[in-house]
Nanobody
Framework: QVQLVESGGGLVQAGGSLTLSCAVS????????MGWYRQAPGKQRELVAG???????NYAESVKGRFTISRDNAKNTVYLQMNSLKPEDTAIYYC???????????????WGQGTQVTVSS
């Protein structure tokens, strides 16, 4: 059974940086694309960044140039480096994948707890 464990969130001032990590158990990590998603209060969850098993990436327009997604296949871990953070980036951040190699990733697996990111102005 796949388990997703996110970490690295916190409180940061606008303009600051955070790096999120997602540890993935199970074989899915090596086979499939991974995505970082976020959900702000009162809003739908959205895909922030995706990375294919080969390293191809895509980003939401709102984070392009500020966020970088990467993956370490040896550690079964995907990262999200977030720079120049804005108050509107405040949300719970989740990682997810799919039961097959889907691009962009759609987040079909059971969701983890997520990690809270709060950006103060």
């Amino acid at each position: 059974q796949v388990q997703l464990v996110e970490s690295g969130g916190g409180l940061v001032q606008a303009g600051g940086s955070l790096t999120l990590s997602c540890a993935v158990s199970g074989n899915i990590f090596r086979l499939n694309a991974m995505g970082w998603y976020r959900q702000a209060p009162g809003k739908q969850r959205e895909l922030v960044a995706g990375i294919s098993r080969g390293g191809r990436t895509n980003y939401a327009e709102s984070v392009k140039g500020r966020f970088t997604i990467s993956r370490d296949n040896a550690k079964n871990t995907v990262y999200l480096q977030m720079n120049s953070l804005k108050p509107e980036d405040t949300a719970i951040y989740y990682c997810n994948s799919d039961y097959s190699d889907t691009w962009p990733p759609k987040g079909q697996l059971p969701w983890g707890q997520g990690t809270q990111v709060t950006v103060s102005s």
